[in-house]
């Protein structure tokens, strides 16, 4: 694929995400898409056949983001404590800046999974979102900092907590601004899984 | 009649299991018609071990099985001096299994220096460095008795054998267990098995199989020319490593649920990124017994 059509593939995404987080995404169509870019109809299905295979896709970008952000983390020389407190951070950071990723993934990918039944099977469309959490908890075992436990009893503890934060957050329950719960959140989930 | 090539095999600390591993050779026979042993613990040989201590009999290569230590006497000379005495006047010397390569389980012996001929484990031994050269190491716990004579048939017909770091035959150790595996079709879908001696699925993931990552041949020249370890539904135990014996080699070692050791050269996030995609998907096929539908 060009660059060009990649980049007006992003073009897409970002703009979907919007509507999406705004209007809902059964309340978002196609021609909906195409008009806030300014598009033909007819184009947009150049890049997207159908609003199901943009919302894989979708969710697929979201996980490369997240995943890129969060190998960065992990490829620091830092210990497992400061490890788990920046992952707090950039998941806190991402839904503040773009709170239209972390709505899509909690709101629509989690709750909507007819969508996604085919072509995203398993965690296959969150893939290097999930690697990297594998990669932290595997080296935070190694390191002998976490304790050796069945993976998805750690991953619902530690992703359950900051989804459960952020939609407090989205729906405006929070008494204070999220990012000064980083600190009793990072202790709380460390100490949950430390040794 | 060519002259036979003259071999000397002497034991340390072993439990003969390299040398009973070498009597299931099936063409015995036409192997001793090329070889002969000028002493060996089990088979008839030309000299006694006290003639063999005492004297210095003339001979090609030295056979060493088991692990070696100072401490060590042979009809009350120092195996170490027996060793060296022999090294002299041999072309090859071969390390025939773990013990004598990398000092195997007798490591774990109240013996204080335990060692291979060459290796601790992997780090490398000093006493042996200057013979070295003359050194092929057949590692396995028991060797393959193939691996064994057809490098003797290279060392008789002076083919140079390619060796690796811990001077193993490229030939045979290039591999890991798990090419050839009869398995690998429940490892790429991962499907473990979850009963010892069935046909069906994969114990790489759950129950020890240490394949992807030990370095051998049993898949592709199979034990008594039919089977294989993990063919017969038992995990390979990582026999022919310098680190064996490992403990608890019936279960994976598992970090929050990812094995500790990876297929060999397959990077971390490369393995967890393959192993995202095929644990998404169930293949019938492979869940099912082969033979009851």
Same mark, same amino acid.
């Given at each position: 694929m060009s660059d060009k059509k990649q980049q007006k593939k992003n073009d897409i995404i970002e703009a979907s995400l919007e509507l999406f987080a705004s209007k809902g995404f059964y309340n978002t169509t196609i021609p909906d898409i195409a008009k806030a870019l300014k598009m033909s109809v007819g184009n947009m299905y150049n890049y997207f056949k159908s609003k199901d295979i943009l919302a894989k896709e979708i969710i697929k970008f979201i996980s490369i983001y997240l995943g890129n952000e969060l190998k960065k983390i992990n490829e620091e020389d830092i210990s497992t404590e400061e490890k788990t407190r920046k992952i707090v951070a950039i998941y806190f950071k991402i839904a503040l800046a773009r709170p239209e990723m972390i709505d899509y993934f909690l709101r629509i990918y989690l709750s909507n999974r007819e969508v996604f039944k085919d072509g995203c099977e398993g965690m296959i469309c969150v893939n290097e979102f999930v690697t990297e959490i594998m990669i932290y908890f595997e080296e935070g075992v190694t390191a002998g900092d976490l304790r050796d436990q069945d993976f998805f009893s750690a991953f619902g503890l530690f992703m359950g907590y900051l989804g459960g934060m952020v939609f407090l957050k989205g729906e405006a329950?929070?008494?204070?601004?999220?990012?000064?719960?980083i600190d009793d959140i990072s202790y709380n989930i460390y100490k949950a899984l430390s040794v | 009649m060519q002259q036979k090539v003259k071999v000397l095999w002497i034991t340390g600390l072993a439990c003969n299991g390299n040398t009973h591993s070498f009597l299931n050779y099936p063409n015995l026979g036409q192997f001793l018609d090329n070889f002969e042993f000028i002493y060996h613990p089990i088979i008839e040989s030309k000299y006694s071990l006290e003639e063999i201590v005492s004297n210095t009999i003339p001979c090609d290569v030295l056979l060493i099985e088991g692990s070696i230590s100072a401490e060590i006497e042979k009809a009350d000379k120092k195996l170490i001096d027996i060793i060296s005495n022999y090294a002299k006047v041999v072309n090859k010397i071969i390390t025939v299994g773990t013990c004598s390569t990398f000092? $195997? @389980? +007798? /490591?774990?012996?109240? =013996?204080? *220096? @335990? %060692?291979g001929l060459h290796f601790n484990e992997t780090l490398e031994v000093e006493r042996f460095r200057k013979i070295k050269d003359k050194t092929i190491s057949i590692s396995g716990?028991? @060797?393959?008795p193939e691996l064994l004579i057809n490098t003797l048939y290279s060392i008789k017909n002076k083919i140079e054998l390619k060796l690796d770091?811990?001077? /193993?035959?490229k030939e045979y150790f290039? =591999? %890991? @267990?798990?090419? $050839?595996? %009869? /398995?690998n079709e429940y490892f790429e879908y991962k499907v473990d098995n979850h009963? +010892?001696? #069935? #046909?069906? $699925?994969?114990? +790489?993931? *759950?129950? $020890?199989?240490?394949a992807p990552f030990t370095h051998g041949s049993c898949n592709k020249i199979l034990w008594n020319e039919v089977n294989s370890k993990t063919r017969a539904g038992q995990p390979c135990m990582g026999c022919t490593e310098p680190d064996f014996p490992k403990s608890n080699l019936f279960k994976t070692k598992k970090n929050m649920g990812i094995p500790a050791n990876l297929p060999l050269g397959v990077a971390k996030r490369t393995y967890l990124t393959l192993a995202g995609v095929t644990k998404a998907f169930t293949i019938n096929r492979l869940e099912k017994d082969i033979f009851d539908d």
């Open positions: 329950i929070l008494p204070k601004p999220l990012d000064e719960y | 000092g $195997g @389980i +007798f /490591r774990d012996s109240e =013996y204080e *220096d @335990i %060692t716990c028991p @060797i393959h770091e811990y001077l /193993r035959p290039a =591999y %890991t @267990i798990h090419n $050839g595996c %009869t /398995r009963q +010892f001696g #069935k #046909k069906e $699925g994969c114990m +790489f993931y *759950d129950h $020890g199989c240490q």
